[in-house]
């Protein structure tokens, strides 16, 4: 039960984005509701991998209706339950799909244990794609591994 609670609290509290249409290119990383300035939008609960919980409809009804969608298209659309990852939507790593911009509104900082996490650097209104620097994240990636 306490997996469970703190699924649901990070489903509520920490899902920020899913991948859409760009406007820029392809698809992108897509605001699903606001996010504040400072957050890291793909926070997880923990390194576990493969942890997977059960949930169901009634489990998911304080959970914002897109974060909802978003947890039935990926773990089991049409279907009753739901086997949820337990760091939930952000273990699929959406960062992977953010576009270049000059102008980004997150920046790659280096968080807990040398690993490099994003921060928005602004805040940011639902349906707004999120960007990185490319050129930045090359050389913050660069730095960490030195």
């Known amino acids: 039960m306490k997996n469970k609670k703190k699924l649901i609290d990070h489903l509520k ?27 890291n939008p793909f926070k997880n609960l923990s390194k576990e991998k493969e942890k997977i919980i059960e949930l169901d409809d009634t489990d998911l009804k304080k959970v914002n209706n897109e974060v909802k969608k978003m947890v039935k298209d990926f773990f089991g659309a049409n279907q009753k339950s739901y086997d949820v990852l337990y760091d939930g939507p952000n273990h699929l790593n959406l960062s992977y799909y953010l576009n270049h911009s000059d102008k980004p509104n997150l920046d790659l900082i280096e968080g807990p244990s040398n690993y490099l996490e994003f921060k928005t650097n602004r805040n940011i209104k639902k349906g707004e794609e999120l960007f990185i620097n490319y050129n930045d994240y090359q050389l913050q990636f660069a730095k960490a591994k030195a």
Do not use: E, L, Q
Not at 13 to 39: E, L, T
């Open 13 to 39: 509290n920490d899902i920020y984005c899913r991948i859409g249409v760009s406007k820029i290119h392809g698809v992108g990383v897509m605001a699903i509701k606001s996010i504040p300035k400072g957050i």
